[in-house]
């Protein structure tokens, strides 16, 4: 069990193992969602001669019926020509900037980021739905169970696995492959049959999703209308899983400065997890300045040097700290050793990749490893 105080922090290379799309792959995704949402609508706005609203409800996806400002016809069009044109911009200035991450596009672009959160939505929704019917990449690895032994091992009662374990897990994902996965392996134990001990475990803080979550989004049934018009059946077509994705893109938060604001409680409770933690894992991150100070790191997890006569005095986190790189990319490295040590090069050569000193208690290890074979490997869990 882990009975030392423990903190997982992940970021998107850990949801890759799970076959969720990350960097230029998801940017690549949401692109096709808004090419295919477009050319729909391009289909219906010009072919389709709308005489009444009557049926909207029904074919309509509801991120394009909550633009209407009045209940007629025109305010109707002008939804659907909205929307067009947002995912054409959306097109255009992807296909223009190139962005790097998605997070950083939409925070200089705020007028896309209501569809663009939709198409984030579909596309994890979709890898989601992937996994539950076993289409998922099998072959990448499903670090978790690493997560699951320990959690089990040494347990006696399903009362002692909650008391015991003193764990959480601070993601910037939008994904909930974690919990599912921690969910469905705990569950399919007998020690756990007739007993809510795994739900009750998994709830309030103990998974803190930093810019929020896509979780179970409830696909409602198709309406049994009936169309005739293959135009209109197409964007009919779309309407329940589109409805899913726009229930979930409401949750959705970004790397902005104001959606900042907005999740503070998550923020403060991942500082919280950081700061009481005795062992900190951060698997598939690639330390980004602004996500490090949206939850501290740059001042939890900072080794300072206090300079003095005739002395140098070290404060900083008395607590080792495992971090993966994977294919030891120099960015990584110099990104962790600037906020660890306020200098680039602690983890480039000749260094070794694990930076410690007896003295004050620090501990640094990275792993150039994916997140499967550094816990397989490298990092050790230990109480």
């Not at 998605?102 to 569809?115: G, P």
């Not at 330390?287 to 005095?313: A, C, H, S, T």
Request: charged residues 25%; glycine residues 4%.
């Amino acid at each position: 069990m882990f009975q030392i105080p423990t903190v997982f922090i992940l970021g998107a290379g850990a949801s890759w193992h799970y076959g969720y799309p990350t960097g230029d792959d998801l940017i690549k995704a949401i692109r096709e969602e808004a090419e295919g949402l477009l050319s729909v609508l391009d289909d219906f706005y010009k072919k389709v001669q709308v005489s009444t609203l009557e049926y909207s409800e029904a074919y309509c996806p509801r991120y394009i019926l909550d633009k209407m400002e009045r209940q007629d016809v025109q305010a109707f069009k002008s939804a659907i020509l909205d929307t067009k044109n947002e995912c054409k911009n959306l097109i255009d200035r992807v296909d223009i900037v190139d962005p790097l991450v998605i997070d950083h596009f939409l925070n200089y672009n705020s007028d896309l980021q209501s569809i663009t959160k939709l198409f984030i939505s579909r596309v994890i929704l979709k890898c989601q739905a992937d996994n539950v019917t076993q289409k998922m990449q099998r072959d990448r690895g499903n670090w978790c169970r690493f997560i699951l032994h320990h959690l089990m091992i040494g347990c006696e009662s399903p009362h002692e696995f909650i008391s015991g374990n003193d764990v959480a897990f601070v993601t910037f994902n939008y994904d909930i492959s974690l919990e599912e996965n921690l969910l469905q392996g705990l569950k399919k134990n007998h020690f756990f049959s007739d007993t809510d001990v795994v739900e009750e475990f998994l709830s309030s803080q103990r998974v803190i999703h930093v810019y929020g979550k896509v979780g179970k989004s409830l696909i409602s049934n198709r309406s049994d209308i009936s169309i005739s018009n293959p135009i209109v059946y197409r964007l009919f077509s779309l309407k329940p899983e589109l409805d899913a994705a726009y229930d979930s893109s409401k949750e959705l938060l970004t790397i902005a400065p104001n959606d900042k604001l907005e999740n503070k409680v998550s923020l403060e409770a991942a500082k919280k997890a950081i700061e009481r933690a005795e062992r900190v894992y951060i698997l598939g991150y690639g330390f980004d300045k602004m996500n490090n100070e949206n939850i501290g790191l740059d001042k939890l997890l900072y080794r300072k040097e206090i300079r003095g006569r005739p002395e140098v005095y070290r404060t900083g986190p008395k607590k080792p700290i495992y971090f993966t790189n994977y294919k030891s990319k120099n960015l990584v490295s110099k990104s962790a050793s600037q906020l660890f040590y306020r200098t680039p090069d602690r983890f480039l050569p000749p260094n070794t990749f694990i930076s410690s000193d007896i003295s004050d208690g620090t501990y640094y290890e990275m792993s150039i490893k994916d997140v499967y074979e550094a816990l397989s490997d490298d990092f050790e869990f230990v109480g």
